[in-house]
């Protein structure tokens, strides 16, 4: 049961340190008043949590190293991006392309934020 606590654990320190480094992403790009960064945070319950979960399953598979985890890792980050862009554009509307650009920038502070206090993902 120890072992379900810590993955539980993991899980929600990444969700806490990617919220604090979206949000103000989100905000820096203009996405400030309370239903834009709701939505900011909804779509992060969503997707970090299923992004974390399937990066912890493929380190301990013993399949989330080498090309293999590489490959699984940059799969998993277009889908969150992918994810928060579709949702944010549902919620918020606007720009299509600004939304894009909004949903990568915040992933890429996050996953740098991630790569800072978590260290190097389990890509060997």
């Not at 072992?3 to 929600?12: C, L, W």
């Not at 997707?47 to 912890?56: D, E, G, Q, S």
């Not at 699984?72 to 554009?89: D, H, K, M, N, P």
Request: charged letters at 10%; glycine letters at 10%.
């Amino acid at each position: 049961m120890s072992a379900v606590f810590a993955v539980a654990g993991v899980v929600v320190e990444a969700l806490l340190l990617t919220l604090a480094v979206e949000l103000p992403v989100a905000a820096l790009l203009g996405l400030r008043n309370s239903r834009a960064l709701l939505a900011v945070v909804a779509v992060n319950l969503l997707t970090n949590p299923a992004l974390n979960l399937a990066l912890i399953a493929l380190a301990l598979s013993g399949r989330g190293v080498g090309a293999a985890g590489a490959l699984a890792l940059c799969a998993l980050e277009i889908a969150a991006v992918s994810a928060e862009w579709v949702l944010l554009l549902a919620v918020l509307g606007g720009s299509r392309r600004r939304t894009l650009g909004v949903a990568i920038a915040m992933n890429a502070a996050s996953f740098a934020a991630g790569l800072l206090v978590f260290g190097k993902p389990g890509v060997g």
